[in-house]
């Protein structure tokens, strides 16, 4: 049987770190085991100017714990909004931080109230991302009322992503936290600039688990988790080896008490544990082979970064993952919280 893994350090192309003493919270769970990771740029008030994401990104590496300054490195990105000039998205690129823009559909989800209302109004912004190489991060969910909240990403692919690959065949567009098999079916079929990131939580956990035994506010994500069939097919795109298809935890924390409420947010909180939690999903398939390239790899490839050269060890070993930790002043529930995970990063 096997007892641990090595595996190059892996990055994570999907990510919120939020900001202030909730970002220094948060920070040290991701910058211990990822070497890199794409931060959402969804903040009160949105990173919409290369001047607020290099902010950010100083904010960023000021909270890195000492230990750790030397081993994590932020990837920013910028907030698309209906007004985002074409002129900003030259200053982004010449930045050589920012990485990517962000496409949140209007009140897709936490703090997208700023987002697109219409992506027509955006392409003269995605005509210059599209000539500077920049890639656009799709939220892939429509917002309209008459949509079923689990049809909204298949509607999406059809009404937004198909005519938006066509006015911009060259842009680089990452489909983000897929949730469905009409999603992998797309992106498996599309062009080769086209790639997609997955969850931990989408690989573990359909949607029976936001209502065992009672709702369970902290399996409640956005796009929200899908049938069991669904599930199965993101395992399956993961541990494919198809190269379109990386690592991106959309770790999200929340305060307990914005979580248990009458009107709870979405997101579940993963970095606690993330490496371990795809490792746990990567066994369970019977794949544990190919984590280190959708891990490891395949973003970097996608987003023309270098590959990590340093690595990271799991061991086979049984703990339990706490019950909670501090934000801010705050409690965090994390994903499996009280419950034994059965890799450990060493």
């Known amino acids: 049987m096997l007892t641990s893994i090595t595996i190059t350090r892996p990055d994570d192309w999907h990510l919120h770190l939020r900001d202030g003493e909730q970002l220094r919270a948060v920070l040290p769970h991701t910058a211990k085991q990822f070497a890199r990771a794409i931060i959402m740029p969804n903040l009160k008030p949105p990173v919409v100017t290369t001047e607020m994401a290099l902010a950010y990104r100083a904010r960023i590496l000021a909270a890195l714990p000492v230990a750790l300054q030397d081993h994590f490195e932020p990837l920013m990105t910028l907030y698309l909004t209906d007004n985002t000039p074409s002129s900003e998205i030259i200053r982004a690129k010449e930045s050589a931080v920012i990485h990517g823009v962000k496409l949140y559909p209007a009140g897709a989800t936490t703090n997208s109230d700023a987002g697109v209302?219409?992506?027509?109004?955006?392409y003269n912004t995605l005509a210059a991302m599209e000539r500077n190489n920049l890639p656009l991060l799709v939220h892939g969910e429509v917002t309209d009322t008459d949509v079923d909240v689990f049809d909204r990403e298949k509607v999406f692919i059809d009404r937004i992503l198909i005519p938006l690959i066509r006015h911009f065949p060259g842009l680089r567009i990452v489909f983000e936290h897929?949730?469905?098999r009409d999603a992998v079916q797309f992106?498996?079929?599309?062009?080769?600039?086209?790639?997609?990131?997955?969850?931990?939580?989408?690989?573990?956990?359909?949607?029976?688990?936001?209502?065992?035994?009672?709702?369970?506010?902290?399996h409640y994500c956005l796009p929200v988790l899908k049938r069991e069939m669904h599930r199965q097919a993101l395992l399956e795109a993961a541990t494919s080896g198809n190269s379109k298809f990386f690592l991106g935890?959309?770790?999200?924390?929340?305060?307990?008490?914005?979580?248990?409420?009458?009107?709870?947010?979405?997101?579940?909180f993963t970095a606690?544990?993330?490496?371990?939690?795809?490792?746990?999903?990567?066994?369970?398939a019977g794949a544990l082979n190919k984590l280190e390239a959708f891990a490891s790899f395949h973003g970097a490839d996608f987003y023309q970064l270098p590959r990590n050269t340093s690595s990271i060890t799991l061991k086979k070993e049984s703990w339990i993952i706490p019950e909670r930790f501090d934000y801010s002043g705050e409690q965090l529930i994390p994903l499996y919280a009280g419950t034994p995970l059965n890799w450990k990063l060493v």
């Open 117 to 122: 209302t219409d992506i027509a109004k955006c």
């Open 178 to 180: 897929v949730t469905t």
């Open 187 to 218: 992106v498996t079929e599309v062009s080769e600039r086209i790639a997609a990131t997955i969850t931990a939580h989408h690989l573990l956990l359909n949607r029976n688990a936001i209502f065992q035994g009672g709702i369970r506010p902290h």
């Open 249 to 268: 935890t959309d770790s999200a924390p929340h305060a307990q008490m914005s979580k248990e409420n009458a009107c709870g947010c979405a997101g579940i």
């Open 272 to 284: 606690h544990a993330a490496i371990e939690f795809y490792a746990a999903a990567f066994e369970q």
